[in-house]
């Protein structure tokens, strides 16, 4: 085999095993550059008789032709290859199906959905609603709601009470919303309607029990308020709360210190069945607290009670929920367990509104 031949079979070669662009580009430079083994192949023809010229130029310029058209199909099959990884790599399979969004994974908890619930039911009413302090004083929690000092009623609070401060007096986590009243009668000027919805902390734990859980207050301060607008209030608002048509309510007698007279409410429901119905049947379900604000709480929050009139009620959002959505244990509310939020939670955007329907 001439030099040449077995040069152009190198070069080959090379093409065939250049696995990239890159590579490919390297053997072109190295066979056809100025530098390269072809073009130096040309270099000798000065030094030939013109015979030789002819013959050997011919011969190198065919080589480099043949050199130059496999480099072509090389760097063609080589583009094709990297185009077609770049495909494969890039697909999209446009069968699959969309994955979910943020929106849809995340759950609401039902204790913040049945807030918003009835937050929405007393806007509609026109009440507003009132916060304060989850870690309370003594005087709010107690003594300007008319529990006399070393009355048992503090006694059934089973209250958490905080280390003393400086002063020696000890706070404690308010075992009631209760305390909001005062501090909203003694901030704002009447006429109030206002709901309270908050933490509240006793020392309690079983299935329908947690040491930390949530209330309701609502308040109504007015001239002449009375005990027929109470009623009426409660009724509208359990009527919209259970999205039943009637609630039959009982008033029972009973005992707070800051209301004259107090009153339980018992709703009539069907306990017959699997779950509990309300509005129907003839079981009756103890639902909230309520009352005439008592003319001591007035009269500590400097309203006279010959000119202002109020009544209250409390009741606990945990024990609504658990009715409403039929959950049976307190406890897991608390639990942070992502299969029960994902079971019993509510979507992102599912608000609550009277128009739009609360629970649909
Ligand atoms: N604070 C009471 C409790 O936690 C509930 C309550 C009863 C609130 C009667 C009221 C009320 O506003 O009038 O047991």
Redesign the pocket.
């Given at each position: 085999m001439s030099d040449l031949s077995a040069l152009e079979a190198s070069i080959l070669n090379d093409i065939a095993a250049a696995s990239d662009e890159a590579a490919l580009e390297a053997v072109r430079v190295a066979a056809l550059g100025k530098k390269g083994s072809v073009s130096a192949e040309l270099a000798k023809l000065g030094a030939m008789s013109p015979d030789e010229r002819k013959s050997y130029g011919a011969a190198v310029n065919t080589v480099r032709d043949r050199i130059a058209a496999a480099l072509a199909d090389r760097k063609a099959k080589l583009g094709d290859a990297a185009l077609d990884a770049k495909l494969a790599a890039e697909a999209a399979d446009v069968t699959l199906p969309l994955r979910p969004s943020a929106l849809e994974a995340g759950r609401i908890h039902p204790v913040s959905q049945v807030t918003e619930e009835i937050a929405a039911i007393f806007a509609d009413l026109g009440f507003s609603v009132a916060e304060g302090p989850d870690i309370e004083d003594d005087e709010h929690n107690f003594t300007a709601l008319n529990f006399p000092v070393g009355h048992p009623a503090r006694e059934m609070h089973d209250t958490f009470f905080l280390a003393p401060g400086a002063n020696g007096e000890r706070k404690v986590l308010r075992?009631?919303t209760?305390p909001v009243?005062i501090r909203t009668m003694r901030t704002k000027t009447p006429p109030h309607r206002v709901i309270i919805p908050g933490r509240t902390y006793r020392n309690d734990s079983d299935q329908t029990h947690t040491p930390m859980f949530h209330?309701v207050?609502g308040l109504v301060i007015d001239r002449g308020a009375h005990i027929g607008q109470l009623k009426w209030t409660l009724i509208e608002f359990l009527k919209a709360f259970f999205e039943v048509p009637e609630v039959e309510m009982r008033m029972r007698p009973s005992f707070?210190p800051?209301?004259e007279p107090?009153i339980e409410v018992d709703i009539r429901c069907d306990r017959s069945g699997p779950e509990i119905r309300i509005g129907e049947g003839k079981d009756w379900m103890e639902i909230l607290?309520?009352?005439m604000v008592h003319p001591n709480v007035l009269r500590n929050c400097g309203l006279d009670p010959d000119e202002w009139q109020g009544f209250?009620?409390?009741m606990g959002i945990d024990r609504l929920a658990m009715l409403k959505y039929g959950m049976p244990d307190l406890r897991a509310f608390f639990d942070a367990d992502v299969r029960w939020i994902e079971h019993y939670g509510f979507r992102p955007l599912d608000l609550p509104t009277l128009i739009g329907g609360l629970s649909s």
């Open positions: 075992t009631h209760s009243q209330q207050e707070f800051f209301t107090s607290g309520c009352g209250a009620w409390g």
